[in-house]
Nanobody, 125 residues
Framework: QLQLVESGGDLVQSGGSLRLTCGAS????????VGWFRQAPGKEREGVSG????????NYADSVKGRFAVSRDNTKGTVYLQMNNLRPDDTATYYC??????????????????WGQGTGVTVSS
């Protein structure tokens, strides 16, 4: 089991950038794949990005490809989501989640077991 805490959410203008951090503790994070998800008001939670345990494989939702980048530093026990060229429709609560084992081929919440409590991102127009 992994305990996860997200940080870095903020209010940002359209076109700006933000970096979210997912801090992990409780188990060795180097064995866990990590996904990023978001949920906007009135919408279902959707997958944003994922990264495998070693940081060599990633996947992204079509809506964020070319704008977001996921990375990790297992020595620090952290996973990052760099968000560039933000748009108002990126406004949501962002969550990180972990699973023991390989990166799933799709970013779906059912694959992931351990979840953080989320951090809010608001993009103004």
């Amino acid at each position: 089991q992994l305990q996860l805490v997200e940080s870095g959410g903020d209010l940002v203008q359209s076109g700006g950038s933000l970096r979210l951090t997912c801090g992990a503790s409780g188990s060795n994070v180097k064995y866990y794949a990590v996904g990023w998800f978001r949920q906007a008001p009135g919408k279902e939670r959707e997958g944003v990005s994922g990264i495998d345990a070693g940081g060599s494989s990633t996947n992204y939702a079509d809506s964020v490809k070319g704008r977001f980048a996921v990375s990790r530093d297992n020595t620090k026990g952290t996973v990052y989501l760099q968000m560039n060229n933000l748009r108002p429709d990126d406004t949501a609560t962002y969550y990180c989640a972990a699973r023991l084992g390989p990166l799933p081929p799709v970013i779906q919440e059912g694959w992931y077991d351990d979840w953080g409590q989320g951090t809010g991102v608001t993009v103004s127009s």
